[in-house]
């Protein structure tokens, strides 16, 4: 079985808040890495920090890449940083392997996939879990989609972020199971916001109870990581309100194709649209509590 000789030469296409430390960890582990950002002075504060190089275009940063890697926003991101003229497979080498860790459809999956085997190259969609915190602490959860080959090849250079990555089967199946992270999650931040505006209006320590109960069958990374945040009122960090949105929406939208009924994924995505349309977008998604009654006299114990 062939494995990417390491170090290898990488492009990270997308500096975001996820790509700019996943790109920083690859530096970090001595790959080689040329950046692309659609703000150029992102793309140069990258390289002042962490060495690398910084490319005009997306074709251009993949041009002798063996492993290019995109972090964006949505399919159409995707689409044109990938597909379009100066996209990253106009680019590419054959026997490339272009990776996907943006959140984006299985529809697009497949697609890229296609586009890629056309092109004598191998594809993964690969979307993370883990948030910011786990960006910059290169402890991300990875679940991958696509052939075991190019998996195994591109294994060890997405280790430099990756605390666990995972093939689930054929391509698509990375951003399906992504799928069932977000709502998943949605669910989990919502019982949990109802749960501690029920404690704080009974009278009870909020941060208390979370405490508590996080030593039974109601703990979860949300309650672990959020709760004190919920009940502080900050909402200033994480991941937003507007891309919770999109990715509930692809999960909707997934869920017609296959039969899924996701009535608590419909709600929740409604209360979210609500946050969204008063302003609170960029918010963090735990900013869901804000939609329920809390006693201001019992809040301020």
Known sequence: MFQATLPSKTAFIGLGTMGYPMAGHLAKAGHQVTVFNRTGARAEAWCGEHGGEKAETPSIAASSADFVFICV???????????????ALSGMIPG???????????????ELAEAAQGRTMGFLDAPVSGGQVG???GALTIMVGGEEAV????????????????????????????????????GLIEALAEGL???????????????VISKGAAQSWQMDN???????DKFDFGFAV?????????????AKQNGSDLPVTELVNRFYTEIQKAGGGRKDTS?????????????RR
């Open 96 to 110: 490339a392997v272009l990776v996907d860790h943006s959140t984006v459809s299985a529809h697009l999956a497949r």
């Open 135 to 137: 960006a910059e602490d």
């Open 73 to 87: 926003g949505n399919d159409e991101n995707v689409r044109t940083v990938a597909l379009g003229a100066d996209g």
């Open 197 to 211: 505006a029920f404690a704080v209006n009974a009278g009870l320590d909020g941060k208390k109870v979370a405490r």
């Open 151 to 186: 998996f195994d090849r591109a294994t060890p250079v997405m280790d430099a972020y990756s605390r666990a990555t995972t093939l689930m089967g054929p391509v698509g199946s990375g951003q399906l199971t992504k799928m069932v992270n977000q709502i998943t999650a949605a």
């Open 242 to 254: 507007d891309w919770m949105c999109k990715d509930l929406n692809i999960c909707l939208e997934e």
């Open 287 to 299: 900013s869901l509590i804000q939609r329920l009654p809390r006693s201001d006299a019992v809040k």
């Open 226 to 232: 959020r709760a004190g945040n919920m009940l502080d």
